[in-house]
C-alpha cells in the first residue's frame, strides 16, 4: 500500500511538473532589437534610452508611430496584468508596441521579465529615472504615438481590458484593431 501511494505521488509530481514546463515554453518571451523601431531621424535631441538588448540607444521623441509604448517594471503587479492585452495587440500586427522599463535593479531582470512574460516586442531600458519628468510617477503608463512622432493619448494607470486596449487604439490613433 505506501509503494502504491509513493508511486501515485511521484507520478502527480512528474504530471504537474510536465505541464508546468509545457505551459511556459508555448509563449516564452523573446528580448528584441530595437532596430525595429521606426524613428524619425530629424529629431536629434531629447531623452536618449539604451534598448533592453544591448543595441543602439534610442531617442523617445524620434519614435513615430503608429505606435504604443508602455512603460512598465517587472516588480508591479498591475504592469503584469496588462500584458497579455498587449500580447493580443500584436498579434493583430497592426501598430508597433515598445516597452520601456524603468526602475529596474538591473538590464538583466528586466530581461528576465521579458521573457517569462512572453513580451515579444522592443523594450527600451531607463536606467536612471529620466523618463519620470515624461511619462510621471508610477506604472503602468501607456502612451499612443501617431506617426508624426506625436502623443495624441495616454493612459495612467492599468488596462482594464484587452477591450479598453483595443478601444483606445482605434480612438486615438484611427486603426480598427
Known amino acids: 500500500m505506501k509503494k502504491m501511494i509513493a508511486l501515485l505521488a511521484i507520478s502527480s509530481l512528474l504530471v504537474t511538473g510536465c505541464g508546468a514546463k509545457s505551459q511556459a515554453a508555448a509563449s516564452p518571451g523573446k528580448v528584441v532589437s530595437c532596430t525595429s523601431i521606426t524613428s524619425d531621424s530629424s529629431k536629434t535631441t531629447g531623452t536618449s534610452l539604451q534598448c533592453l538588448d544591448g543595441g543602439a540607444p534610442v531617442l523617445l521623441e524620434s519614435i513615430k508611430g503608429p505606435a504604443v509604448i508602455n512603460v512598465w517594471g517587472s516588480w508591479c503587479?498591475?504592469?503584469k496584468q496588462e500584458i497579455p492585452y498587449f500580447i493580443e495587440l500584436k498579434k493583430t500586427g497592426k501598430v508597433t508596441i515598445i516597452g520601456i522599463?524603468?526602475?529596474?535593479?538591473n538590464m538583466e531582470a528586466g530581461r528576465k521579465f521579458v521573457q517569462s512574460q512572453g513580451i515579444s516586442w522592443p523594450n527600451l531600458?531607463?536606467?536612471t529615472g529620466v523618463t519620470k519628468s515624461a511619462f510621471g510617477?508610477?506604472?503602468?503608463?501607456?502612451?499612443?504615438?501617431?506617426?508624426?512622432s506625436e502623443l495624441v493619448k495616454s493612459k495612467v494607470g492599468v488596462l482594464a481590458s484587452k477591450k479598453e486596449l483595443f478601444d483606445l487604439v482605434n480612438s486615438a490613433l484611427g486603426i480598427k484593431v
Open 137 to 148: 510617477m508610477g506604472v503602468p503608463v501607456t502612451w499612443f504615438i501617431n506617426e508624426k
Open 101 to 105: 522599463d524603468v526602475e529596474e535593479k
Open 77 to 79: 503587479a498591475p504592469c
Open 125 to 127: 531600458y531607463d536606467a
